[in-house]
């Protein structure tokens, strides 16, 4: 069942996981929660927003592919050893640490490197192109990040089932029902006509899961507790003013 959405204009969810996260748990108002995403939404900023917020995110890392694309280098690949602060590459050399790396005038990680180990490394075709040698990047918020892939690790099974219950709506209503597009514009537009296509959906779902006959059931008994309770009428002008009034 799809509980809520939010209608962007940014081109990837890079941001979108900690506020989304939020607002499910404020709808199921439970106290702690446990979100799952695949890894568009992998940015150290939102899964802390995500802990700080009593959610627990498990969200696989990006893997970032070498100037080569030979898998057996990714980054990956390298292991760090925190103790003695080096990173150990996959043919046994030992890198260290030589500058920090801004954005910004802001320190985000700290570069790793050999110079001359990588200058007659056998491998170093495979491992970059730098004439200088490979380069490692540790983001400064690395420990907090390796704390987050290791418990995605060990729910890897509820991972995987993420697949399974998250990608069949889109595939419901984009290819099913041929919602490739909107046929409305502006945010406001978009967001009531995405939300006619979930609430569609949701109600497939249900009958699906209850039956029409246990559906009428539930409704009626809604209808008559609702007949006790005020009825607000929305009104929407031009632009996102909004009107309310009392029945």
Known sequence: MIVD??????????CELGDMAIRAKEIFEVKDLAVVADKGYYKSEELKKCVENGITPDVTKQKHSNATGDKDFYAYNFDYDKEKDIYICPAGEKLSFYANSTKDNQVIGR?????LAC???EFKECCTKSVKGRIVLR????????TID??????????RRRKEIVEHPFGTIKRSWGAYYFLTKRRLSVSCEIALSYLAYN?????NILGITDILRRM???????????VY???FSKGINVRKDLF
Do not use: A, W
């Open 233 to 235: 009428f929305f009104y």
């Open 150 to 159: 290791l418990g995605t690790q060990m729910n890897m099974e509820k991972y």
């Open 111 to 115: 570069r790793y490197r050999n110079v």
């Open 139 to 146: 983001q400064k918020d690395q420990d907090f990040l390796d």
């Open 220 to 230: 009626k008994e809604r209808i008559r507790y609702l007949s006790d309770v005020p």
């Open 203 to 207: 109600f497939r779902r249900v009958i």
């Open 5 to 14: 959405f939010k209608v962007t204009q940014k081109p990837n969810d890079l």
């Open 119 to 121: 200058k007659d490394c």
